[in-house]
């Protein structure tokens, strides 16, 4: 009993030593942000777990500006300068935190999961440039694209309205997959077969289960111990990806699969493999829910005028000019300013030794961040009326360094998102199919919520439906 209250009385004086290092001593102390944040990750965890980080993040800068202390041990920072020093500095910015192990797959890390700079550019090398533009721009691949373009609009176009949430999520799936696996990539506007594989990465919901992860990770091993695992990691694209892996297929030279396993270090099957898969989930998350959101958004009878302007410029050009066309671009620039796939923090520790950033000083092994949701809203000079949709801003010269500098929609520095050019090139095609022929509406019968709802990393429509009505322009 006695030794009962010595172990109660250690533990009492740990924490008030942590308690009075937090509020007298601590760095982080005199950062602007809610008093209690000094004292506990409590609350933040509650958002998280909730949803709410990003929205309440966000409320944070608005009130206490680019700097805000939310947890003993985080920051969230909101400017350009805290973007270039936490992403950028030496070429690919501070080093990942644990966070990213919630993105290994099969037990692997991959590119995307590795946390220090050095292995992230190593594995990098091996396959980034299958996305160069000049990659994504070759004519066999562009015809792929527009292929699976038009194969969306005959989907969405065999009845009065169609789901468009699901449709571009399988034509996001199925243009990816064609430059990881062709060609035994996935056919899932045309083959009913494949539907289950874009069900499972598109309905599934990790908010609770990587948060849990994050912060209780013996409790989640001892669940998997106990019960089947069910996760997507273990489910038929899994088992797709593995069967490309393992067996002798032949893909095309021009795939990653083809880089990864003629790879002169002979890399092993289930790193190949988690790196295909993170990959395939990367394409389908971020560009399929970012088109269902801009189209939604075109399709209110209040962007009839953007949406006639797109067509306008898209009737004047031919297939090929869908690169160089200045309204296109600005629309989808805007939708990532507006809509972007990625809205949450993305976070970062800070080095050995401690840094200053915006011109405060953080000391080491502090979690950092930017979330793209603040960056894109909160300077008003850059971005005047921020919560309007408003393609023209990308238009004017004036202020373009700036706005193009907070566009944070793929990350910045030496690990930004490789897949940037796969997913402008699949966005301009598929609304250059939609717009150039059609004008798009609500359908009377849309009645989900296309709010977004935040995951671990990425947001998406809250209702995971959205019934847009087709009408073809007449000549």
Known sequence: MFGAYIIIGLAACALLKTLYYRIFCSPLTSLPGPKFTILSSSWLIYKEFTGQRRKWLHQLHLQYGPIVRISPDEVSFASWDALKEIYITGGTGYDK??????????????????????????????????????????????????????????KCTENDSADIYIYLHCYSMDCGSHLLFYPYGIHSLTDPSDMPKVVELTFHDTLKSHYLQYYFPELMALKARIFKRTDRQYGPVALHVLNLVRTGTETDSSTVLHKLKTHKDSLDELYIASECMDHLVAAIDTTGDTLCILIHHLSLPTSYPIQQKLHEELVKSSPGDFDDLPYLDAVIKE???????????????????????????????TIVSCQS??????????????????????????????????????????????????????????????????????????????????????????GQKCLITFEKYSN
């Open 373 to 462: 949701y603040t960056l894109h809203r909160l300077d008003t000079e850059v971005f005047p009326n921020p919560d309007e949709f408003l393609p023209e801003r990308w238009l004017q010269s004036e202020g373009s360094t700036a706005r193009n500098q907070l566009l944070f929609a793929f990350g910045a520095g030496g690990r930004m998102c490789i897949g940037k050019h796969l997913a402008m090139a699949e966005m301009k095609i598929l609304l250059q199919e939609v717009y150039t022929s059609y004008r798009t509406k609500i359908a009377k019968n849309m009645t989900a919520s296309m709010e977004l709802v935040d995951q671990a990393i990425v947001a998406r429509p809250a």
């Open 97 to 154: 935190t644990s966070f990213y192990d919630l993105f290994s797959n099969l037990g692997t890390r991959n590119m995307f999961s590795t946390l220090d700079r050095s292995t992230h550019a190593d594995l990098k090398k091996r396959f980034v440039d299958k996305y160069n533009k000049s990659s994504i721009m070759q004519p066999n691949l562009v015809s792929v694209f527009r292929d699976r373009a038009e194969e969306f609009m005959a």
């Open 335 to 365: 939708a990532l300013r507006c809509f972007g796939p990625s809205p949450m923090s993305l976070p970062r520790r800070v080095p050995s030794g401690g840094r200053t950033i915006s011109g405060v000083f953080i000391p080491e092994n």
